[in-house]
């Protein structure tokens, strides 16, 4: 079973370049997310998407935006790279009902020099 | 609002040694909770939850964790460590009610055993 795929799985960017992180899950899952984690951090919560269609902001949402493309693929996009995003990011899906599971893809290590 | 913190970035234990990781919650409902663990260059997968049916809660590779209302506390637990134990757990909260829910995660503990 995939469950929840992630691509690529590195990345290394120059200031000011973009990119798009790409999600998907095969689960039939409503929701969908995408986290970064940094050291000491724990998982943060950039964006969310609740069912298709919709999607809203999480925690740290700045410097980042998001498609949900369809109910399987939810993709993030970098507009303008910055150092400071340098980290790992998670996309994980869940059903959408609690108690809600979240099932999470490998990850996205990227560098921004 | 929910917040959790996991008291100690850093737990080392002896493998066959108890292993304690601490969990407390803030939660303005009555929460479910949850604990999940990172193995080394992968994501997170579920080890086990609290959705209020027991307050004694088996997950998988033996572990157990505890909910205690009047502690405010969520500790996971497993009685002899093994070397494979070794990894990143995290703790983390949403509210106990219906409907869509996000996650609130704590900052984590290493987990580190030496045989």
């Known amino acids: 079973n995939a469950g929840v795929t992630q691509t690529p799985k590195f990345q290394v960017l120059k200031t000011g370049q973009s990119m798009t992180l790409q999600c998907a899950q095969d689960m039939n899952h409503n929701s969908m997310y995408w986290y970064r984690q940094d050291p000491g951090m724990g998982l943060r919560l950039i964006y969310y998407?609740?069912?298709?269609?919709?999607?809203d902001k999480g925690e740290v949402p700045n410097g980042y935006n998001v498609s949900r493309l369809n109910k399987r693929e939810f993709s993030l996009r970098l507009e303008s790279a910055a150092p400071s995003q340098t980290s790992v990011y998670f996309c994980?899906?869940?059903?959408?009902?609690?108690?809600?599971?979240?099932?999470f893809g490998p990850g996205t290590r990227l560098t921004v020099l | 609002a929910q917040s959790v913190t996991q008291l100690g970035s850093h737990v080392s234990v002896s493998e066959g040694a108890l292993v304690l990781l601490r969990c407390n919650y803030s939660s303005s409902v009555p929460p479910y909770l949850f604990w999940y663990v990172q193995y080394p260059n992968q994501g997170l997968q579920l080890l086990l939850k609290y959705t209020s049916a027991a307050t004694l809660v088996k997950g998988i590779n033996g572990f157990e964790a505890e909910f205690k209302k009047s502690e405010t506390s969520f500790h996971l637990t497993k009685p002899s460590a093994h070397m494979s134990d070794a990894a990143e757990y995290f703790c983390a909260v949403s509210p106990g009610n219906t409907g869509f829910q996000k996650l609130v995660f704590g900052t984590g503990t290493r987990l580190l055993v030496s045989p």
């Open positions: 994980a899906s869940s059903p959408g009902l609690a108690p809600d599971t979240q099932y």
């Open positions: 998407s609740a069912s298709e269609g919709t999607t």
